[in-house]
């Protein structure tokens, strides 16, 4: 079975950094396409940055180049490098896995982990 475990989340001020890792098993990693959403409790979940598994990376959110999406096929981790962060970054972050690079294809996959929490104030 594919497992994704977030780590990396907690408060911090605003105009703070964080790192999230999300360390994948039960699958190629390399192979896959991987993928950072988060979501706010009433909202939708949000696509936030994907690579695939080339290193290509895609921002569908306009986070003006604050975040930093990467991955290290060698420890099968995926990495989220956020940076100046805001109060409207608060929200459970969550990775996803997909054999397809597109956000519908991450979403549809099944292959989530159970998030970790990011609070700014």
């Known amino acids: 079975d594919v497992q994704l475990v977030e780590s990396g989340g907690g408060s911090v001020q605003p105009g703070g950094s964080l790192r999230l890792s999300c360390a994948a098993s039960?699958?190629?990693?390399?192979?896959?396409?991987m993928g950072w959403f988060r979501q706010v409790p009433g909202k939708e979940r949000e696509g936030v940055a994907t690579?695939?598994?080339?290193?290509?990376?895609d921002y569908p959110h306009t986070l003006s180049g604050r975040f930093t999406i990467s991955r290290e096929n060698a420890k099968n981790t995926l990495y989220l490098q956020m940076n100046s962060l805001k109060p409207e970054d608060t929200a459970m972050y969550y990775c996803?896995?997909?054999?397809?690079?597109?956000?519908?294809?991450?979403?549809?996959?099944?292959?989530w982990g159970q998030g970790t929490q990011v609070t700014v104030s």
């Open positions: 996803a896995a997909a054999l397809t690079c597109r956000l519908g294809a991450l979403i549809d996959s099944g292959n």
């Open positions: 690579i695939d598994p080339d290193g290509k990376t």
């Open positions: 039960g699958l190629d990693f390399s192979n896959y396409c």
